[in-house]
DNA sequence: ATCAGTGCAAACGATTTGCACCTCG
DNA sequence: CGAGGTGCAAATCGTTTGCACTGAT
């Protein structure tokens, strides 16, 4: 076989696990989730494909392809604290979180994570790293802020 | 008018929000909430109101309860981390977070935030506090740990 | 050519809503 | 008594699944 997976374009190639056949629709699902700052619902990335293009899309291909994604460690699979729908992120080197605006709803997203033992204390790359009551071993973690935003404390 | 609310039984008033009557069924989400130590979803709550007694009792009211009681400030609403339901827990006088085993789904509730600027600078009672980008003024956070639990950590 | 991946539509579970009746205050 | 709360059933929303077809390898 030649290089990595070049039929013709190489550019679009990039880090794709072993058994995922590189598909228009992976493709275009990959890029919008590569495109945002933010998780997306399955719904809204179903929004955004036809957005781009008239072809067919079917809602249930999204789900699949999120979800064989997530099986490849591809994307983190999150919900909101609070709302049941669950949205999507590429995994990120690092984590992100949020802080949520609890008057226009809108998600900043912080810079540094607000947990200052982070990296070295709650990560698993040292191996066991005790935390709290009964040697309970942090793997990861998720924080969400709620407040008011710039905007909605001035509009007071 | 009286002293609170006591009509005849003063046992079962406690703290509850002006607008909110005290029904039969609003009483048995509530105890039940607090009887648990974890959050419960509608369906679980659901499912504890006619195992006491043979009343009739419906799903949609669940769901209104609950609404009408995070709207009073008396619950959180929260999600489990990847999945899509939604659950309830009494809104404690002091905020808890939870541990949760990536194996065998326990949630330990941790007794100090892990935040550790949390009272001072991440609450509001000091008035406006800035924190990471925009002026954004925090009021409330919420904080999920994943890991191993010290038994799944032995199974290995 | 083959089998994973896809579209479509139906199935499903969780939550919401409209309406008539009931009950707390 | 009257507004708010409830039961019931139908409606809605997000997600999943079965099946026949298509396309990437």
């Known amino acids: 076989m030649k290089n990595e997976c070049d039929p013709k374009n190489k ?57 064989a994604f997530e099986e490849n460690s591809l994307v983190d699979k999150t919900t909101w604290m609070g709302e049941g729908t669950v949205v999507y992120e590429l995994k990120h080197p690092g984590h992100v ?35 709290e009551a009964d040697g309970f071993t942090v793997v990861s973690h998720k924080i969400e802020l709620y407040g008011y935003c710039k905007e909605c404390q001035e509009k007071r």
């Open 11 to 67: 550019k679009m190639a990039e880090e794709f696990p072993g058994g995922l056949k590189w598909t228009k629709q992976r493709k275009r699902v990959y890029q919008i989730l590569k495109d945002v700052t933010e998780p997306l619902s399955a719904a809204q990335i179903y929004a955004r494909m036809d957005a781009w293009e008239q072809e067919q899309y079917a809602v249930s291909t999204i789900y699949r392809i999120l979800a």
């Open 97 to 131: 979180h949020y802080a949520v605006c609890l008057e226009c709803h809108k998600r900043i997203p912080l810079e540094h994570c607000p947990l200052h033992m982070s990296a070295s204390h709650l990560h698993p790359a040292d191996g066991k790293q005790e935390y």
